[in-house]
């Protein structure tokens, strides 16, 4: 029998057996092992330690003292939270609705993370990542650069944006402080749209990576710093452009406030798409590019959010665009996400490597993702060959929007976003 | 007494293996290496999962280090249990004896693709999904297709000798395996083929070992490469299923729809009254279908627009010869399409008291001839019935028979029983039972002059005992051939009582 | 353009189908809860119903065109259905017999 308690925490580990196991159980026992084929990370270690099976499995021996969690952290590292195995899993696909059951890998690989905080088996790289978090109040995206509350607002200087309101544009780290440009091209459209809405007096990163990470506490925090200021303003309304951010509104905030939790949450893209069609942004500027579209997991697989960025790149006049269907696309990936850059930089890039080739192989000249935590990873891989382009940096653009702002950060910083 | 050996892997023997690889990261000696790579997906003692961890994974490149690995097995007397996927329904790849586990996941690459001559080489570890994902562009495909389609691996296909849906018109993996690349028990790399050239299909020259080669479950080497067949991308796909109020009637309806002699017939399936009353349980189409529903003929067809479009008819007539009743182009499309994933949900599983419980499941899958499926199903089901009254953990999920002869959709059926087994229950005891239910299942198959595995192996309890009943008088030479190649027993040592032929 | 609202999250009440199975959303069948008091149900908020049952018909119009070019249909309805009971799929595929495989 294994001792349960390699860092003296047996009770902690019980209890997480005992709150996974029916999760655990309902993998284990089917063995399908659909995802591996679909997970990004697997596609370039090819060791099933990495495998959702593995995720799940580990829980079931942890029961039967065959590991303890100091065994098995570093596997569990091996995430991006993409969700594509938890999507193709035939206990989602096929039964999951109809069991009220499905398969939950993103939350098994939050929680074991979570575990290996609480019990000292926490990674190094994410540690410090948190901690310069918690004293930023927003992600040091830009390395040994440090982010704080002064410059959060610095990406919409000229844009005469207000602060708060019943409509309050949430703006992700990666976008104020590094990929400048998102933010204003997504703000200058619904300006452009006349679109009314405001920034936070005080925003804080979401707190989603935080969680992703393990560092559940902070994630709170943060979660609920938000909310205050949301409604300290009277915002009823938040527009959310970034993917990560939408599930963090979507789903870790509800998680935490139940019922009291009535704000309403409005995806970017399908803001900016509706805009288009209803014609209050007219695309009249020719963008005479080849380009295909990178389905960003926490739109396609995690949200199932795939139709609004065609429709909106099928509108922009000019544009030839070759697609590669969502659902090919549920093994497709950059890598960003879930702290993976932090801590296995190197399978990070291989995925984005993978990606870019991948779309290269097309013929085109550029890859529009509509996430910006995955353009960083893919800019790189892409090394100045294939343009990776933003959605709605090109569909500002088409609109005849100056958008300013920068791409890719002041120059000198660093590679490695959080997710 | 047979050969039986502790393992001997030591940190002189990790030195080793890294010496081999020339890469600390692919020798896994930790123990999350060892226990990931102990089970498959078939009910497993969690209870007792220690005793079936490998001792190191090794996860090799080349088949120069696959040899070299297996030379070191030879010298130490270590056991080396190949594994591909790790996705058989038999235990195939589970280590008996600690020892190498050989893990060919890395070797994934695909070397050639040849148009001219129609074949496509890959290393072991690629699935063939992902490799028809690559070939698609090419208007061609490799039309091997199992139920583990999304995540099981050519080289596990070989070792297994595996069985396809879409076998009766394109064959099995024995018939779309050209040739190979192989390390012997012993360690020599060798090529495998049916004569001399790597992408011939035909030949008599020397003695024909590919089929040898294949099915032997990991016991005869381990495949380092293979040459496959390019086949072209239909056209067409046709599915259709037929229900009936009696399953005698849609036995007659397989006969009829399989001796049609419809050149582009894919599959033929039978699915039984229990596979219907579980299927009832949570599938979409079988839900809302009236109680006399108590059969289904699934058939499946892939070519030309210009065969497939009158075959179709001809198998519209056929279905409805005995009476069946089509059950729509949406459900008949939409559950074909199904093939893959409607197989084994845990959640299918249902305890006595009509809880919904995850099952592990057990797929048996005999290979039968048609005059027997009638009979051959009412024995099993009489044996399930008793094991689920005795034991409360097993659930009957039904039987499938499909076609199984290669390009003959007339020949024999793989059939199968599938169990739910409570594993979260399992102990002892009521392992004993399935093993026990198990055996008896297999037996009777025996009975009927039928296999007692089609296409999984028999590498586990309760069929490995069968195994030289079955071969009967070709079991001295099966022994002779094992005994021969692997002199010192290193190659997945344990598996279908092959150590008898060290005694 | 599909807003958020915690509330719109809760799936409606379950109307009977047979012994074993309700339904709440048209056309989506799930277990009865009953059944689920062994092995206890998630909370499946109403988005990720609709995504499942949407992702669920997008792959088996892959798994199709994966195989072949195109499907061929026999162009019939059910067979075994009384009229009046034959379920509509608010999700059904678009016709397909001579529709080109997606890329």
Known sequence: ?419 | MSVAFKSAVDDAVLDELRAITGDNDRVLPNLTSRVNRTRVPAPFPVHRWSEFMPDVAVLPVSAEEVSEVVKLANRLRIPVVPRAGGTGLADGAVPLRGGICVDVKLMNKIREIDLTDRTVTVGPGINMLKLNEELRPHGVFYPDDPASYPCSLVGGRIGTGGWSLLGARFGHTRDLVISMQVVLPTGEIVEIAEGGGRKLRKSSTGLTLKQLFTGHQGTLGITTEATLELVPRPEVEFAAFFAFDDYMKAYRTTGALTKSGLATLAGVVLFDEWKLRYLRRDDEAYIPQPGWVRAVVAVAMYGTRAEVEPASRRVMELGRSEGGKYLGDEISEGDWASRHDRYATPLHGRSRDGQAVPMSWHCEDAALNYSVLPQVREEWHAIVERYIDRYGIFDDWGMFAYTSGPYKPWADYLVEIDVGIWEQRLDDESWAGWVACKREIAEVALKYGGSITACHGATREGDAELVPSEMGSAWEVVKRIKRALDPNNVMNPGKQMLDEAYE | MSIFRLGDQRPPEPRRINEDVVERFEHVYEIDPAKMRTFPQQELPAWDTERIVAARWDHLDWMHAHFADAVLSAGLGSETMPEAEKPAHSAAPSPRDEAEATE
């Open chain 1, 1 to 419: 029998m294994a001792d349960y308690s390699p860092n003296g925490d047996g009770e902690l580990q019980r209890e997480f057996v005992e709150r996974w196991r029916d999760n655990a159980y309902g993998c284990f026992s089917s063995g399908h092992k659909f995802c591996r084929e679909v997970c990004p990370v697997m596609q370039v270690t090819r060791n099933e330690n990495h495998t959702p099976t593995a995720f799940h499995a580990d829980i079931v021996a942890m029961e039967k003292g065959v590991v303890s969690v100091a065994d098995v952290a570093d596997d569990y590292v091996h995430c991006t939270q993409c969700g594509a195995c938890e999507l193709r899993c035939p206990n989602t696909l096929f039964t999951g609705d109809f069991y009220r059951h499905r398969t939950r890998t993103v939350d098994v690989v939050k929680a074991m993370r979570a575990l290996m905080v609480a019990t000292g088996n926490e990674r190094e790289g994410w540690k410090l990542w948190n901690e310069r978090l918690a004293d930023g109040t927003n992600e040091p995206v830009l390395g040994d650069v440090p982010v704080s509350q002064e410059h959060v607002r610095d990406w919409a200087d000229g844009l005469d944006l207000p602060v708060g309101g019943d409509t309050i544009l949430f703006v992700d780290c990666e976008a104020a402080f590094y990929r400048t440009s998102y933010a204003r091209a997504f703000a200058l459209l619904l300006q452009r749209a006349g679109v009314e809405f405001g920034l936070m007096r005080e925003q804080w990163c979401c707190g989603g990576p935080a969680a992703e990470m393990g560092y559940v506490d902070l994630a709170r925090k943060h979660a609920e710093h938000n909310v205050a200021d949301w409604r300290a303003v009277g915002a009823r309304r938040i527009l959310a452009p970034d993917p990560h951010d939408y599930i963090a509104f979507t789903e870790d905030y509800p998680a935490y406030f139940g019922d009291a939790y009535d704000f309403e949450v409005v995806l970017g893209v399908e803001l900016v798409a509706e805009l288009v069609r209803d014609g209050r942004l007219a695309l009249t500027e020719p963008v005479e590019r080849t380009v295909t579209y990178h389905d960003p997991c926490r739109l396609n697989k995690r949200k199932g959010v795939h139709e609004a960025p065609r429709e909106l790149l099928r509108t922009v006049p000019g544009l030839e665009f070759k697609d590669v269907d969502h659902v090919t696309q549920w093994s497709y990936c950059s890598g960003g996400g879930a702290g993976l850059p932090i801590e296995k930089p190197e399978i990070t890039a291989e995925i984005s490597r993978r990606r870019v080739a991948r779309a290269e192989a097309l013929d085109v000249d550029a890859l529009v993702s509509a996430c910006p935590w995955s353009e960083r990873p893919l800019s790189q891989a892409a090394d100045g060959g294939l343009e990776v382009m933003d959605l709605f940096e090109l569909v500002a653009r088409s609109a005849g929007i100056e958008i300013g702002g920068a791409a890719h950060g002041p120059a000198g910083v660093e590679a490695g976003g959080g997710g």
